[in-house]
């Protein structure tokens, strides 16, 4: 079976598995994502970074629709993620090809499908399966204070962002209306079993909410505006995983979560997506809101119209009053089992480990692998999330970081330290090293074993057939019995412009100081290229350029639709010919049934030949017209620059004479005021902090990419 094939084949189990769980997605299922705080102080307040925060994800939401946001594509050459070119090349293909073109420069675009419910969406509880729900038209924002719901629209019918200062001036109306808590809290609810859940909305439904419920489930977000502050990375995690329960709507695809002192985090639903979707959100609207921020701390919010922003009032009845107590109570019980510990390593990092060639996350793995075995005397069984967004509706495959090799390192560091030299050890930690390597690309090429067995398992389970053995065995149930489960995130976290150039700092000054000795020799040769070009035959040459550039894209539009009628034609012809070949005991010309003629059979390759001179011919087009276009644009941006530097010449000799015509009454000017820039670099690294929680046991599920 194709790796292809086997995550076409399991998409919809995989999202059945999630959604027919019966155990509460709080603690069991959904994952958190803190980030770090504002580096400008002041924009830590909990209306600022709430209202810079919301601004920057409807900024998100608005470039996902509009398809401006840049797709998610793994470079084999890292260069390319930056070439303009590139950009240039694949945005002017037609989609139905822009993949080939991405493959010639070994660029391969991953898996979109999860950005869809990002927005928009909640998990709908349900007698034994669950739905999820997603209403693309909503424009409102869900906001829960103390326990109350709050919502207003964000969004005008065009798509117009609401201006932040009324997003502002909402939000505090919000904090000083939702005063106190409710007497019954109805975001305990979510916190429930599935089916005691299920059951006890439709009573919602039944009392009259049904309006109330639909303005959560097709908020674009929520907004949880906290009334604690986390004194330590301990606290931090038990609010933005669980909080009290009474303001968190977990069903939300997902939640950003702003306490008193403006620590920000996100809680999101893990049945419609993994860690990818998510954390790409997480670190481009960190980076906008710090790097641009929609307010300034101080500002004056205009005055405001409290009926804009509307309260949800729920009517409940006995039976509902009485399920919330029972779901506090319940939530409460769960929460004291629960203990949550931070470990920072400090010692060494990434890039140590990179020099030594070693894997980063082979080293992590055999740390863990090691301290259980210090703990239980004996290896565990491990679970590691690898994406495979490579592939469509790709989700995640498992990585077994229990090995033999992890198991004799672990017995050599733990019970015979003493009979191995430094050498030996650093050995057996290259192997594990390697191994744990080859496990990663497996994985993430779809060649693990535990997506595929479960899509096997789901074929004989829906067939109605006697399950296979091989998933009875005590050996399958223990290894599938997760102890260790672990998450690797190896997309960037955010961080400041600082860090992103702090390395190049000495060759950027090895530059600045070079660039005195050349910058005269680079203008003159800058002006000489400049006279050419503006003198009548460099105008002629740039005129025939143009010519070529324009002609090349004019050919290549018309090629365009040809291209795509081609694939079609192709395409439905191939389907035919596998049809009928898969025809058992019949010759291909004595088909009884088919549906092709014999030219068919003869024209497939001539056919295939003319398309891919054509795809052929509209690349080369394509790739004329924007080398052309790079060109002219550095003609021009020399011409320009020449241009400008005789200009100020100019404007220099005019003022020269006009001093020495004014010198009788000329007065010193009044020093000007020093401006300085509003928002100053700072040095601090940012990085996130995530934790997974794998309360089941059966089956692990926590995000990775």
């Avoid at 669980?242 to 939640?255: A, L, V």
């Avoid at 050890?425 to 997506?451: T, V």
């Avoid at 006009?658 to 601090?684: H, I, M, R």
Wanted: net charge neutral; proline share 5%; hydrophobic share 40%.
């Amino acid at each position: 079976m194709g790796a292809l094939g086997a995550q076409g084949m399991q998409t919809d189990p995989w999202f059945d598995m999630y959604l027919c769980a019966r155990d509460p997605v709080v603690l069991n299922f959904n994952p958190f994502i803190s980030l770090n705080p504002d580096p400008k102080e002041a924009y830590n307040s909990q209306v600022v970074r709430a209202t810079n925060l919301v601004v920057s994800s409807i900024k998100f939401l608005n470039s996902l629709k509009n398809e401006f946001l840049r797709p998610d594509i793994y470079y084999v050459n890292p260069k390319w993620s930056q070439s303009r070119f590139f950009k240039n090349f694949i945005r002017l293909l037609p989609t139905s090809v822009s993949w080939y073109g991405a493959y010639m420069v070994n660029a391969y675009p991953l898996d979109m499908s999860q950005y869809k419910r990002l927005f928009n969406s909640s998990r709908i509880p349900k007698l034994n399966k669950d739905e999820l729900f997603t209403d693309e038209c909503g424009r409102h924002l869900l906001v829960m204070r103390n326990g109350h719901f709050y919502v207003f629209d964000v969004l005008d019918p065009i798509g117009n962002i609401l201006h932040p200062s009324e997003i502002q001036a909402q939000l505090i109306y919000i904090l000083q209306d939702a005063d106190r808590l409710p007497e019954f809290p109805l975001c305990y609810l979510t916190t429930e079993d599935r089916n005691t859940w299920a059951a006890v909305r439709q009573q919602l439904l039944e009392a009259g909410n049904e309006d109330n419920l639909q303005k959560i489930d097709s908020a674009v977000f929520c907004l949880c505006l906290d009334n604690i502050s986390p004194k330590n990375d301990t606290e931090l995690s038990h609010c933005m995983l669980h909080g009290h329960g009474f303001n968190r709507w977990f069903d939300k695809s997902f939640s950003l979560i702003i306490t008193s002192d403006g620590t920000a985090g996100v809680n999101f639903e893990h049945s419609w997506g993994d860690g990818v979707a998510v954390l790409r959100f997480v670190n481009e609207v960190y980076r906008n809101s710090t790097r641009h921020p929609a307010i300034v701390p101080h500002s004056s919010p205009p005055a405001l119209s409290a009926t804009r922003c509307e309260r949800l009032e729920f009517k409940l009845n006995d039976s509902i009053q009485s399920a919330i107590n029972a779901a506090r109570m319940k939530f409460k019980e769960t929460n004291e089992k629960l203990s949550v510990r931070m470990f920072e390593f400090r010692k060494f990092g990434k890039e140590f480990l990179v020099k030594q060639k070693l894997s980063p996350d082979a080293v992590f793995q055999l740390a863990c692998q090691i301290t259980a075995y210090r703990q239980f005397g004996k290896i565990i069984s491990s679970y590691e999330a690898c994406s495979t967004a490579a592939f469509k509706h790709g989700r995640t495959e498992t990585i077994r970081p229990t090995s033999i090799l992890t198991k004799q390192c672990s017995r050599a560091f733990v019970e015979e330290r003493s009979k191995h030299s430094v050498a030996e050890l650093r050995n057996m930690i290259d192997e594990c090293s390697k191994y744990h390597r080859r496990l990663q690309l497996e994985a993430a090429l779809g060649r693990g074993f535990d997506r595929h067995l479960f899509a096997l398992k789901h074929l004989s389970v829906s067939r109605g057939d006697p399950m296979p053995e091989l998933f009875l065995d005590s050996a399958y149930q223990k290894l599938n019995h997760i102890i260790l489960s672990t998450t690797y995130l190896i997309q960037r976290a955010v961080v400041e412009i600082i860090d992103e150039i702090k390395d190049e700092f000495p060759t950027i000054i090895g530059l600045q100081q070079s660039n005195q000795e050349i910058v005269p020799i680079l203008q003159a040769s800058r002006s000489v290229v400049a006279s050419a070009f503006s003198s009548s035959p460099g105008v002629r040459v740039i005129n025939g350029l143009n010519r070529i550039s324009t002609s090349s894209k004019s050919v290549a539009k018309v090629l365009q639709p040809q291209i795509v009628q081609h694939f079609a034609e192709l395409n439905t012809m191939s389907h035919r010919l596998l049809k009928n070949v898969n025809i058992p005991k019949q010759p291909l010309y004595k088909n009884q049934g088919r549906t092709f003629s014999l030219f068919d059979v003869i024209s497939y390759p001539a056919k295939t030949a003319l398309t891919s001179i054509m795809c052929a011919s509209y690349a080369a087009l394509i790739y004329v017209a924007v080398s052309i276009n790079t060109v002219l644009g550095k003609i021009k941006n020399i011409v320009e620059e020449k241009a400008s530097r005789e200009n100020t010449k100019n404007e220099e000799e005019k003022d020269v004479f006009a001093k020495y015509e004014d010198l009788a009454s000329y007065t010193v000017p009044s020093p000007e005021k020093q401006v300085f820039s509003e928002f100053p670099v700072d040095s601090t690294k940012s990085s996130i902090h995530i934790l997974h929680s794998a309360l089941d046991q059966d089956t692990v599920l926590s995000s990775g990419n």
